[in-house]
């Protein structure tokens, strides 16, 4: 097993030439550079927004107008991809380039909608989304599948006690090898985390992209889920959901492990909007 301890993995290295926090009745973009090995330049309506973006590198937010926004990707001055994405009045986006399941197929466009809504304290948001080129795989804790054969493209929004989780991810149906992890991921509160697993086993380069947003608080620390993603595990959250009164630990641990395992393996596209080359 491969030990790996998650950092944020936000822009340093690139040169974000513009990255405005906020959008006049517009929207804000974030991008994720989901092509390991590859460094990219990103350009919004023909604007060259960043240059030399590595791999796993999560950059913005850049204040765009609402509407459809065309998103450019170049390497060496040769597109990559170009995709058209459209951003709501006030809206928080992550546009994901990465993988398809196959590592060799053109690259894709992924969009995921951020969530800020209002915390309870000592609470955090989390949302995470997978990207990965990864055939269908579980999710497990202390050695135990949680969650089963969860695919490509899905994604999950939960608020969760702050904290560090550990997970790692198995082929589906199988106890190895083992495809990322064992993995801590540290949730803070007062924030929304996203986390994004892209790469490839198969090219040694799977990983994740990590990033954070501070969204408002509320007084209240009674734990809550928000369960708008699409990964498959709808049944499995309700059934946690009614018996949080009487296992509430349990509870979150479970919401955190459905969230990473549709963050961590690819098979078909569910959620968020994506467009292919």
């Not at 006049?24 to 994720?32: I, T």
């Not at 053109?106 to 915390?119: C, M, Q, R």
């Amino acid at each position: 097993m491969i030990p790996l301890l998650l950092a944020v993995t936000v822009a340093g290295a690139p040169a974000v030439l513009a990255a405005p926090a906020q959008a006049a009745a517009g929207a804000n973009l974030y991008f994720v550079q989901g092509l390991p090995g590859r460094t990219l330049d990103i350009s919004i309506d023909g604007r060259q927004v960043a240059t030399g973006v590595a791999g796993a590198k999560l950059i913005g937010p850049f204040g765009v107008a609402a509407g459809k926004r065309t998103i450019t990707a170049r390497q060496g001055g040769k597109v990559v991809i170009q995709r058209d994405v459209t951003a709501g009045s006030g809206a928080s986006l992550d546009v994901v380039i990465h993988q398809p399941v196959s590592p060799t197929g053109n690259p894709l466009i992924t969009t995921y909608a951020n969530n800020l809504n209002a915390v309870p304290k000592d609470k955090a948001g989390l949302r995470v989304a997978h990207d990965a080129a990864v055939g269908p795989a579980d999710i497990r804790v202390n050695g135990q599948v949680l969650f089963a054969n969860v695919a490509n493209g899905e994604s999950l929004d939960a608020v969760v006690p702050a904290g560090t989780y550990k997970v790692d991810i198995v082929p589906a149906g199988a106890t190895s090898p083992v495809v990322l992890g064992p993995l801590d991921l540290p949730v803070k509160a007062g924030y929304l985390t996203r986390v994004f697993a892209i790469g490839a086993p198969s090219l040694k380069t799977m990983t994740v992209a990590l990033g954070t947003i501070k969204v408002p608080a509320t007084g209240s620390d009674k734990p809550k889920l928000v369960n708008t993603g699409t990964g498959g595990q709808a049944a499995e959250l309700d059934q946690a959901r009614n018996s949080a009164e009487s296992n509430e630990s349990g509870l979150w641990v479970v919401v955190f492990l459905a969230g990473m395992l549709a963050a961590m393996v690819t098979v078909r596209k569910v959620a968020g909007k994506r467009v292919r080359r």
